[in-house]
């Protein structure tokens, strides 16, 4: 089972206490951008055979959204981190480099 | 190729079974093809068939990482129905469910399609206006199916328990003529009439580069050198973002583990097929007598053809309510597969951003009862550049909003 540590609770989650939400860091586009915009925002996805940032929710506990980077190749997971980030932060980008080092 | 008969058989009974060749030969990259397929799968390989077959073109070749037929046409359960809900649906769906009636005797290969009707349980109110509507859909479309009282259900499927009392039944969507095939058959029943054709079938060869020219395609590098090809078709499944990206675009897809199970064998006690939906589960029972069972995908993106445990679980837990049965039973094996889902759960079968370049993916949980309508389609779109059956299927749909919803008729994994 996949087991993930809420950066809320500081708490190791079973993979039964949380819902996946898919690719994060995805940018939300206005009102008045193009079809293609729309089409990159609410269809495109990386979907990578490795390195994976995505979005989780620790729906029975906390019940907050937090990212995790997650390797879709190995299933190892580098950490998770806060929701309220555009990118991923320096130690989890540091985690993925040893490991694959 | 020697044809397979009675006579054939007895033939061989007399001379100790010496006498059988090959079913498909083992091939060699040649420098260049016409097409070249990646992905001996189901559909990659009906693709190639039907390039000959339809429009006389030969000189293909059948890429495979693996060996054929071990992706996703090697792991499913079988399941072949054609009640979808949408008229685009409905055509390719139905096409295909046609051509299995006659796969066994158009490739002498035995496929075991067993039409031995499929059931979609009602359990919920919602489910039952649901299914009336596919019904109505369905008897507009041509295609044969009807919605059946409980009492029927029990009927045909005496083993269920249809006043279960938290989802009792509430009636079904019935197509008769739905069923099942031996998965492996397919794919090998394909392979041989390929390779009959002089096709090239290759195995253990990785495609791991796309190469292009002025927007359009040129070859493909491998893991056992470079081939060129006029024209391209990409049909690996739960690979196809990867494969997409050396070639220089995106899809909308998702991978995700799908996870079947089946139960040690036991006599005969069920001759349909069962999927009920609001409890993410479905049961059909194996000529082998093996009681085969899959659900609902894992959440979250995976290509490890593992899933998570608890889904296993939960699938039985919902089974046991409506099937009693199956609570006494013992699993024999479990196994995943990684599964290739759009946003509106529908196929894509389609031109790309890269001419010459042509890609059949996105059949999520549901495409072995589409095999050989998709590779009759396929055939025909890479052959002529378009085909009635994948208009509505472009991978530019979800820019336009013209998606092709089946989350209602696909909301179940089968
Ligand atoms: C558990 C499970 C149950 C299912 N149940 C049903 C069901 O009951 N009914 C139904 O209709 N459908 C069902 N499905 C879905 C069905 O199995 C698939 O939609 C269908 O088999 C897809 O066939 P395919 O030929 O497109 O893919 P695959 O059979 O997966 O073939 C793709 C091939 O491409 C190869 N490949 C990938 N990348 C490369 C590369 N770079 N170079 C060379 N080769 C490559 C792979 O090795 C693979 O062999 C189920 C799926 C699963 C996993
Ligand atoms: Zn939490």
Same mark, same amino acid.
């Given at each position: 089972?996949?087991?993930?540590? $809420?950066?809320? $609770?500081?708490?190791?989650?079973?993979?039964?206490?949380?819902?996946?939400?898919?690719?994060?860091?995805?940018?939300?586009?206005?009102?008045?951008?193009?079809?293609?915009?729309?089409?990159?925002?609410?269809?495109?996805?990386?979907?990578?055979?490795?390195?994976?940032?995505?979005?989780?929710?620790?729906?029975?506990? $906390?019940?907050?959204?937090?990212?995790?980077?997650?390797?879709?190749?190995?299933?190892?997971?580098?950490?998770?981190?806060?929701?309220?980030?555009?990118?991923?932060?320096?130690?989890?980008?540091?985690?993925?480099?040893?490991?694959?080092? | 190729?020697?044809?397979?008969?009675?006579?054939?058989?007895?033939?061989?009974?007399?001379?100790?079974?010496?006498?059988?060749?090959?079913?498909?030969?083992?091939?060699?990259?040649?420098?260049?093809?016409?097409?070249?397929?990646?992905?001996?799968?189901?559909?990659?390989?009906?693709?190639?068939?039907?390039?000959?077959?339809? /429009?006389? #073109?030969?000189?293909? !070749?059948?890429?495979?990482?693996?060996?054929?037929?071990?992706? +996703?046409?090697?792991?499913?359960?079988?399941?072949?129905?054609?009640?979808?809900?949408?008229?685009?649906?409905?055509?390719?769906?139905?096409?295909?469910?046609?051509?299995?009636?006659? @796969?066994?005797?158009?490739? +002498?290969?035995?496929?075991?399609?067993?039409?031995?009707?499929? @059931? @979609?349980?009602?359990?919920?109110?919602?489910?039952?206006?649901?299914?009336?509507?596919?019904?109505?859909?369905?008897?507009?479309?041509?295609?044969?199916?009807? /919605?059946?009282?409980?009492?029927?259900?029990?009927?045909?499927?005496?083993?269920?328990?249809?006043?279960?009392?938290?989802?009792?039944?509430?009636?079904?969507?019935?197509?008769?003529?739905?069923?099942?095939?031996?998965?492996?058959?397919?794919?090998?029943?394909?392979?041989?009439?390929?390779?009959?054709?002089?096709?090239?079938?290759?195995?253990?060869?990785?495609?791991?580069?796309?190469?292009?020219?002025?927007?359009?395609?040129?070859?493909?590098?491998?893991?056992?050198?470079?081939?060129?090809?006029?024209?391209?078709?990409?049909?690996?499944?739960?690979?196809?973002?990867?494969?997409?990206?050396?070639?220089?675009?995106?899809?909308?897809?998702?991978?995700?583990?799908?996870?079947?199970?089946?139960?040690?064998?036991?006599?005969?006690?069920?001759?349909?097929?069962?999927?009920?939906?609001?409890?993410?589960?479905?049961?059909?029972?194996?000529?082998?007598?093996? @009681?085969?069972?899959?659900?609902?995908?894992?959440?979250? +993106?995976?290509?490890?053809?593992?899933?998570?445990?608890?889904?296993?679980?939960?699938?039985?837990?919902?089974?046991?309510?409506?099937?009693?049965?199956?609570?006494?039973?013992?699993?024999?094996?479990?196994?995943?597969?990684?599964?290739?889902?759009?946003?509106?759960?529908?196929?894509?079968?389609?031109?790309?951003?890269?001419?010459? #370049?042509?890609? +059949?993916?996105?059949?999520?949980?549901?495409?072995?009862?589409?095999?050989?309508?998709?590779?009759?389609?396929? !055939?025909?779109?890479?052959?002529?550049?378009?085909?009635?059956?994948?208009?509505?299927?472009?991978?530019?749909?979800?820019?336009?909003?013209?998606?092709?919803?089946?989350?209602?008729?696909?909301?179940?994994?089968?």
């Amino acid at each position: 089972m996949l087991i993930l540590h $809420c950066p809320y $609770c500081g708490r190791d989650v079973d993979e039964t206490d949380l819902h996946p939400g898919g690719e994060a860091h995805l940018k939300r586009v206005g009102p008045d951008a193009d079809a293609e915009a729309f089409e990159q925002y609410l269809f495109m996805r990386e979907n990578p055979k490795g390195v994976h940032f995505e979005r989780w929710r620790h729906a029975y506990g $906390c019940g907050k959204w937090f990212l995790a980077a997650r390797n879709t190749a190995t299933l190892q997971v580098y950490g998770t981190y806060s929701a309220q980030t555009t990118e991923p932060p320096h130690d989890i980008m540091n985690a993925i480099k040893e490991a694959q080092a | 190729m020697k044809r397979y008969s009675a006579f054939a058989v007895a033939r061989e009974a007399f001379r100790q079974h010496t006498g059988w060749t090959r079913a498909w030969g083992r091939a060699e990259p040649k420098a260049r093809y016409d097409v070249i397929v990646v992905g001996a799968g189901g559909h990659g390989l009906a693709t190639a068939y039907y390039l000959g077959k339809n /429009f006389g #073109i030969t000189n293909v !070749a059948v890429i495979e990482k693996g060996w054929l037929g071990g992706g +996703n046409t090697g792991r499913n359960t079988t399941i072949i129905r054609s009640n979808y809900l949408q008229d685009p649906s409905a055509a390719i769906y139905e096409k295909s469910r046609s051509l299995y009636e006659t @796969m066994s005797q158009d490739l +002498n290969y035995n496929v075991m399609f067993s039409p031995r009707g499929v @059931m @979609m349980l009602a359990q919920t109110q919602h489910e039952i206006r649901g299914y009336q509507r596919t019904a109505h859909a369905n008897s507009l479309q041509g295609v044969t199916t009807e /919605f059946i009282t409980p009492e029927r259900v029990k009927e045909l499927c005496p083993i269920m328990n249809i006043d279960g009392p938290r989802y009792p039944v509430l009636g079904a969507l019935w197509q008769a003529r739905g069923g099942t095939a031996r998965h492996d058959a397919v794919a090998w029943g394909y392979a041989r009439a390929c390779s009959d054709m002089g096709m090239d079938i290759i195995q253990q060869c990785e495609v791991t580069g796309v190469q292009t020219s002025d927007g359009r395609v040129t070859g493909v590098t491998t893991t056992r050198g470079d081939i060129q090809c006029d024209k391209l078709a990409m049909v690996v499944a739960g690979h196809a973002s990867v494969l997409a990206q050396k070639a220089g675009f995106q899809l909308p897809i998702e991978s995700v583990a799908l996870q079947a199970l089946v139960s040690e064998p036991i006599k005969p006690c069920m001759d349909v097929v069962v999927m009920a939906n609001t409890v993410h589960g479905y049961l059909s029972q194996s000529d082998k007598g093996e @009681m085969v069972i899959g659900g609902g995908t894992d959440g979250y +993106n995976n290509y490890t053809q593992r899933g998570s445990f608890h889904h296993i679980e939960e699938t039985v837990r919902a089974l046991v309510e409506t099937f009693p049965i199956v609570g006494r039973l013992k699993m024999l094996r479990q196994w995943g597969g990684i599964v290739d889902v759009t946003g509106d759960r529908s196929p894509i079968l389609s031109k790309t951003p890269v001419d010459g #370049i042509f890609v +059949n993916c996105g059949w999520g949980t549901g495409g072995f009862k589409a095999i050989p309508g998709s590779g009759w389609a396929m !055939a025909e779109l890479v052959a002529k550049g378009h085909s009635p059956l994948t208009e509505e299927f472009s991978m530019f749909r979800f820019r336009q909003g013209k998606f092709i919803d089946e989350s209602v008729a696909a909301g179940v994994a089968h």
